[in-house]
Antibody, heavy 120, light 107 residues
Framework: EVQLVESGGGLIQPGGSLRLSCAAS????????ISWVRQAPGKGLEWVSV???????YYADSVKGRFTISRDNSKNTLYLQMNSLRAEDTAVYHC??????????????WGQGTLVTVSS | EIVMTQSPATLSVSPGERATLSCRAS??????LAWYQQKPGQAPRLLIY???TRATGLPVRFSGSGSGTEFTLTISSLLPEDFAVYTC?????????FGQGTRLEIK
């Protein structure tokens, strides 16, 4: 069974850093396209970042230069390193699997999410 | 980027009745349109992709239609477990974008 389980969220002050994790099971992370998608309170979903099976990475303009996506193949775990956090980064962060190479941004499995709150 | 607009924001329907949800794209996304269901505290669930293809295991009471800029999700006979938030997403152009969601509530 495919599962994605996020962790690492919490309350952090503006300007701080946080690392989110997404533990995958039931499939091999490195063979898939995996994204982070966030949802701010009362708002819609917003795509944040993706890592391809080729190790290429891409970011939304809103987080470029501040967030870094990576994975540990030995642990089958995805990460999102978030630096210089801002109040507008407050959201539930989900990891999501791209359905296939032809539709890497069509998400067939999602995690439940982890809440990040940026506030002083 | 492509803006996805969903209507209505909230839809009140009685169990057993039909629900029709709309999604409009600011420019053509061909048929690269997906629908997701979200319930509080749960992972979003893929329902429809390619505008009209049901995800594995999805009941036939769910159907999607449309192409280009206008799309519809129809739930033919609502069950209690269908009351949730429904979000559309285009995956035709980068960056991919989502609608704001339609909350389907019990009337």
């Amino acid at each position: 069974e495919v599962q994605l389980v996020e962790s690492g969220g919490g309350l952090i002050q503006p300007g701080g850093s946080l690392r989110l994790s997404c533990a995958a099971s039931g499939f091999t992370l490195r063979s898939n396209y995996i994204s982070w998608v966030r949802q701010a309170p009362g708002k819609g979903l917003e795509w944040v970042s993706v890592i391809y099976s080729s190790d290429s990475t891409y970011y939304a303009d809103s987080v470029k230069g501040r967030f870094t996506i990576s994975r540990d193949n030995s642990k089958n775990t995805l990460y999102l390193q978030m630096n210089s956090l801002r109040a507008e980064d407050t959201a539930v962060y989900h990891c999501a699997r791209g359905k296939d190479s032809g539709s890497p941004y069509l998400f067939d499995y999602w995690g439940q999410g982890t809440l990040v709150t940026v506030s002083s | 980027e492509i803006v996805m607009t969903q209507s209505p924001a909230t839809l009140s329907v009685s169990p057993g009745e039909r629900a029709t949800l709309s999604c409009r794209a600011s420019q053509s996304v061909s048929s690269r349109l997906a629908w997701y269901q979200q319930k509080p505290g749960q992972a979003p669930r893929l329902l429809i992709y390619g505008a009209s293809t049901r995800a594995t295991g999805l009941p036939v009471r769910f159907s999607g239609s449309g192409s280009g800029t206008e799309f519809t999700l129809t739930i033919s006979s609502l069950l209690p477990e269908d009351f949730a938030v429904y979000t559309c997403q285009q995956y035709h152009n980068w960056p991919i974008t989502f609608g704001q969601g339609t909350r389907l509530e019990i009337k």
